[in-house]
């Protein structure tokens, strides 16, 4: 890579550090759905109930892409749902 693509990455990961940071701060506390949130530099608002359900939809269409990519490239991708996740990880249990 010369310079240029690594300064590239570097801002990336700074974007995603930040963002990684304020999701957890919103995630960290119970989310009032009805708030009002300020969105596109102050020209829009929106229920915050609905800004979560645009993200997570939105990460569901990169998750898609990374999946078509690899499947293009002759790899099956993994089960990325979220009950293989919670299997994976025991979040998810028989019953007793």
Do not use: Y
């Not at 989310?31 to 609905?50: L, M, P, Q, S």
């Not at 790899?75 to 990880?89: C, L």
């Amino acid at each position: 890579m010369d310079s240029d693509e690594d300064a590239d990455l570097q801002k990336l990961h700074g974007w995603a550090s930040q963002a990684e940071q304020l999701w957890e701060q919103v995630l960290a506390k119970p989310i009032d759905v009805e708030r009002v949130v300020i969105v596109d530099n102050g020209t829009r608002e929106v229920r915050a109930g609905i800004f979560v359900a645009q993200a997570l939809n939105h990460a569901n269409h990169h998750r898609e892409q990374v999946c078509a990519i690899l499947t293009g490239l002759g790899i099956e991708p993994p089960d990325i749902q979220a009950w293989e996740f919670a299997w994976a990880t025991g979040r998810i249990w028989e019953r007793k």
